[in-house]
C-alpha cells in the first residue's frame, strides 16, 4: 500500500516558516492569476458605471474647482506664481491616486474573505493588484493634466525625465501604506471604519492645497518624509518649472516609501496565516 502523503493534493502552508519579503517566485508561478486580477479590477470599476473612464476625469476635475475657488479665490493661498487651478491639479493627480489606491487596497482582504478562506494564492496579490489597477486612473488623469498644461501655455521641458521617479515613489508609497492597512483591517475592523476619515486629514498633511515653501525651514526635513511631499512638489518642478527640482524632498521621500514597502511586506507575512481564521 502507497503510503498517503498530505502534499499530494494540498498545498501545506507552514505557519513556521521563516519570514522574507515577497517570493517572486511564487508570484511568476501565480502570474496569470496576478493579471486576471488587476484585470478584473479595471473592468469591474469600469464596466458597472454608467460614467465608466469619464470618473478618472471627474474626481481631479471637481476637486480642482473647488480648491480653486476655496482656496485660490477665496483663502488667496500662494500658487508660485502659477494660475492655482494648474497648481492645485498638479497635486491632485498624485494625490487622487494615492488615496484611491490605499482606499481600495486597505479593503482588498475584506470584500473578497470568501475566496481567501477557500483556497491558497498568494495573498499579497489582492492589495498589490488594487494598487496596480489604479495606475489607469493615474495615466488618464496625467493625460488631462498635459491638456491643461498647453492650455495655459506651459509645455514640458527636460526635467520631465524625472517623472518615472516619482510615479515610483507614489506607487510604493500607495502599495506600503495600503499593504499596512489591509493586513491590519482584516483583524480590527475599526481601520475600515476610519479609513476615509484618516485619508481626508492625510490630505493636508501633503502640500496639495498649498505650496511647501509655507512650511518653516527648520521643519522642512521632517515634511519631506511624507513621501507625497517629493512626489507632488517633483511633479509641479518638472512639468511647470515652479522651482527647481527638490532633489533632498524627492531623495527623502524616495527612503521613505521603500520603507514603507518593505516594513508593509514582513508585516503582512507575519500576518498572513491569520487572515483565513479572522476573514
Avoid at 474647482?65 to 483663502?75: E, N, Q, R, S
Wanted: glycine share 4%; proline share 5%; with cysteine.
Amino acid at each position: 500500500m502507497t503510503k498517503y502523503q498530505p502534499t499530494d493534493m494540498f498545498t501545506v502552508i507552514d505557519s513556521n516558516r521563516r519570514l522574507k519579503l515577497i517570493d517572486l517566485q511564487e508570484l511568476f508561478a501565480y502570474r496569470d492569476l496576478f493579471a486576471f486580477w488587476i484585470w478584473r479590477s479595471i473592468r469591474v470599476r469600469y464596466a458597472q458605471s454608467a460614467l465608466g473612464v469619464t470618473w478618472a476625469i471627474i474626481q481631479p476635475v471637481f476637486s480642482m474647482l473647488v480648491f480653486t475657488v476655496i482656496f485660490g479665490k477665496l483663502a488667496k493661498i500662494q500658487s508660485d506664481g502659477i494660475p492655482y487651478s494648474l497648481f492645485s491639479f498638479a497635486a491632485l493627480v498624485p494625490w487622487t491616486f494615492f488615496s484611491n489606491a490605499v482606499v481600495e487596497s486597505t479593503t482588498s482582504l475584506i470584500t473578497n474573505a470568501n475566496m481567501i478562506s477557500k483556497i491558497y494564492f498568494p495573498r499579497i496579490i489582492l492589495p498589490l493588484g488594487a494598487v496596480l489597477a489604479k495606475c489607469v486612473d493615474l495615466v488618464i488623469a496625467l493625460c488631462l493634466l498635459f491638456v491643461l498644461m498647453l492650455g495655459f501655455g506651459f509645455t514640458p521641458t527636460w526635467k520631465v525625465v524625472i517623472l518615472p521617479v516619482l510615479l515610483v515613489i507614489l506607487i510604493l508609497s500607495a502599495a506600503g501604506v495600503g499593504i499596512w492597512l489591509t493586513a491590519m483591517a482584516i483583524q480590527y475592523r475599526d481601520v475600515k471604519y476610519g479609513l476615509n476619515f484618516a485619508v481626508q486629514l492625510l490630505m493636508y498633511a501633503a502640500p496639495v492645497v498649498y505650496p511647501a515653501s509655507l512650511i518653516p525651514s527648520e521643519w522642512r526635513y521632517v515634511y519631506a518624509l511624507n513621501p507625497l511631499v517629493g512626489v507632488i512638489e517633483g511633479f509641479r518642478a518638472t512639468l511647470l518649472g515652479t522651482h527647481p527640482i527638490p532633489i533632498v524632498e524627492i531623495s527623502l521621500g524616495m527612503l521613505t516609501s521603500v520603507a514603507l514597502f518593505l516594513t508593509s511586506v514582513a508585516y503582512f507575512q507575519s500576518k498572513e496565516r491569520l487572515f483565513a481564521d479572522v476573514a
